[in-house]
């Protein structure tokens, strides 16, 4: 039996930008997926997800002879959970070049599920180190990355970017511009984040950006922009890494731009009225600055914000259904004793 975890994240910028090659900076968080990886000696793959809720029901299936849960759900929301386990396990019997292999696997959770906190990322990422590793073929981090990317690729129809399995694979802060993808230093960033207990719909979000795009220029250049910004964004993180702790002028520059960048995703047509209204308590509230994070539609926000204000604040708004801070993590995936 193999356990590993991974982190979830959330994009300081660039979210949506990222898509079209300009840059993007996530950070991962101690929030995480946990997957729990023990061959079979048959070629079928039994998921347990208990913790892997959507719309407060349990997936739970046999997927070695197609059998999915007998819930009454949407099938496209059992799709979307256990599509990413599937493609992870595929990825992991490739990498170890055992294309039979069978596993039980258990996936538990405190990442909100499609909330922008890269909760797809990390049970993918956490997903095929926990099944190479119980194969006897761990991956370098390079290639577990790619790996995980090329599952989410798949899942989600050749829309996803590299941000969110490199940002959960590697840990920490990092830059993702294209097919480059590099660590980078920052600091413990005081993190708020709310969360609307929604989740919007990533393909149509990322159709819907890319419709505008080819449609007016200003469109693609609200995309360029926010590449800009990403930049600017950078040269701050450096300047905040060589202060130590970031003095309250440097949190508010950084503030300034997350706001830009919330702005700029809202013109793209990807907050939600719910995503907004925690924006605004959160600055109402004294916070540095505050943007959703993620595709959008639903789901969460992130406000920068050292004091309890922020988090009081969003305790009481509404249709804010959870509020909790969360520290940077600086370790990505791991290996956890069972």
């Keep these: 039996m193999t356990v590993c975890e991974a982190p979830g994240k959330v994009y300081l910028f660039g979210e949506h930008a ?77 990498a170890a070049d055992a294309p039979d292999a069978g596993f039980d696997i258990t996936v538990e959770s405190d990442i909100p599920l499609g ?58 802060a990092v830059r993702v511009e294209g097919d480059d993808c590099e660590p980078i230093e920052a600091p413990n960033l005081p993190f708020v984040v709310g969360f609307d207990g929604g989740a919007g719909d990533t393909g149509e979000l990322v159709a819907g950006v890319g419709a505008l795009r080819d449609e007016y220029r200003f469109a693609a250049d609200t995309v360029e922009s926010i590449g800009d910004l990403v930049r600017t964004g950078e040269e701050l993180l450096a300047d905040a890494v060589s202060e130590g702790d970031p003095s309250p002028e440097l949190l508010a520059e950084l503030g300034e731009l997350m706001d830009f960048n919330h702005g700029l995703l809202a013109a793209l047509g990807v907050s939600a009225r719910s995503l907004d209204a925690m924006v605004w308590a959160a600055r109402d509230a004294g916070a540095h600055g505050a943007k959703l994070t993620g595709a959008g539609g639903g789901g969460c926000i992130v406000a920068l914000d050292p004091s309890d204000a922020t988090e009081t604040a969003l305790s009481f708004t509404q249709g804010c259904e959870e509020a909790f801070r969360a520290e940077l993590a600086p370790e990505g995936v791991r290996v956890v004793e069972p």
């Design 18 to 94: 990222v898509v079209y090659g300009e840059p993007a900076v996530p950070a991962a968080i101690e929030r995480r997926a946990t997957v729990t990886a023990e061959p079979r000696s048959d070629d079928h793959v039994r998921v347990e997800a208990e913790d892997l809720s959507l719309d407060g029901f349990t997936v739970e299936y046999s997927g070695g002879n197609g059998d999915r849960p007998d819930v009454d759900v949407p099938t496209p929301l059992v799709e979307a959970a256990m599509g990413y386990v599937d493609a992870a396990v595929e990825q992991a019997r490739d």
């Design 115 to 172: 909330a922008g906190l890269g909760s797809s990322a990390a049970v993918v990422v956490a997903g095929i180190d926990a099944a190479t590793r119980a194969l006897g073929e761990p991956l370098d981090r390079r290639e577990l990355a790619d790996r995980a990317y090329r599952a989410e690729y798949e899942v989600q129809e050749g829309q996803a970017s590299r941000a969110d399995t490199f940002c959960s694979t590697m840990g920490g």
